[in-house]
C-alpha cells in the first residue's frame, strides 16, 4: 500500500534559534513518501543544505515538478518583492497539486513573515482551508508562533516543540496543548511531538 493513504497532517514545528526545528522539518521532507514538496526558500537556506537546485522561473518550476522537490528562490522573477512572491508560490502549488493524485507537502520557513495573528493571503488561505482536498500537507517551522494566523494554528494536527524561552512563545504552544514546563527546559536538539487530534506525545532528539 502507498504512503500516500495514510493521514494527512498539518504540522506546527516551534523552537528558538539552533534549538533543531529546520533540521527536523528537512528530514521529514527527506522521509516522506510524497507526490512533490513544495518548498518556498526566499533565504536559499533549503536548497543549500539539500545540496539541491532551486527553481527561479515559471519554466524552471515547472521542469522541477518532475523531481518531486520544488524548492522556488523568488528573487529573479519577483526582485525586492518577496510578498507577492509568496502570494503566487501558494497560488501556483495549489493549482500544480491539483494536476494529479498523492499527497503533497508545502513547507515554508517562520511563514508569519506573510500574515498576521488577524490576517492571511488569500493564496495561503486557500492551501490551508482547501488543500486538503488536493491532498496537499502543511508545514511551517517558527520560532514565533504568536505570529502565526489562528487559521495555521487551529488547522495543525501535530506540534512539534524545540525548545522555546520567549514567554509569548510560550503561551501560545501551551495553549495548543503542549507542556509548558517541558518545552522550556528541552536541551537543544530535543523536541517533544503532540498530536492535537488524539492527544498522543512522542519526544524524541536530533542531536
Known amino acids: 500500500m502507498s504512503d500516500y493513504t495514510l493521514p494527512l497532517h498539518s504540522t506546527l514545528i516551534c523552537g528558538m534559534s539552533s534549538s533543531g ?6 528530514r521529514y521532507l527527506l522521509n516522506v513518501s510524497a507526490a512533490c514538496r ?6 536559499g537556506q533549503v536548497a543549500a543544505r539539500l545540496k539541491a ?17 520544488v524548492i522556488f528562490n523568488p528573487h529573479r522573477m519577483f526582485p525586492g518583492d518577496v510578498e507577492n512572491a509568496f502570494r503566487y508560490f501558494c497560488a501556483w502549488s495549489f493549482n500544480a497539486s ?11 520557513d517562520e511563514i508569519w513573515r506573510w500574515c498576521s495573528p488577524h490576517a492571511i493571503p488569500r493564496e495561503l488561505a486557500t492551501l490551508v482551508q482547501a488543500g486538503r482536498a488536493e491532498d496537499i500537507e502543511m508545514m511551517t ?3 514565533l508562533p504568536q505570529k502565526l494566523d489562528s487559521s495555521l494554528t487551529g488547522q495543525s494536527t501535530e506540534l512539534v516543540c524545540f525548545r522555546l524561552g520567549d514567554c509569548l512563545s510560550l503561551d501560545k504552544v501551551e495553549e495548543l496543548g503542549a507542556d509548558r514546563n517541558a518545552v522550556q527546559s528541552l536541551p537543544l536538539g ?3 511531538a503532540w498530536n492535537r487530534l488524539s492527544g498522543g506525545c512522542l519526544a524524541g532528539r536530533l542531536f
Open 141 to 143: 517551522a517558527t520560532q
Open 53 to 69: 537546485p532551486h527553481a527561479s522561473t515559471g519554466a524552471e518550476l515547472e521542469a522541477a515538478l518532475q523531481t518531486r522537490w
Open 190 to 192: 530535543s523536541f517533544i
Open 98 to 108: 491539483r494536476r494529479g493524485p498523492g499527497r503533497k507537502v508545502f513547507f515554508a
Open 21 to 26: 526545528k529546520t533540521t527536523f522539518a528537512l
Open 38 to 43: 513544495f518548498i518556498f526558500d526566499d533565504l
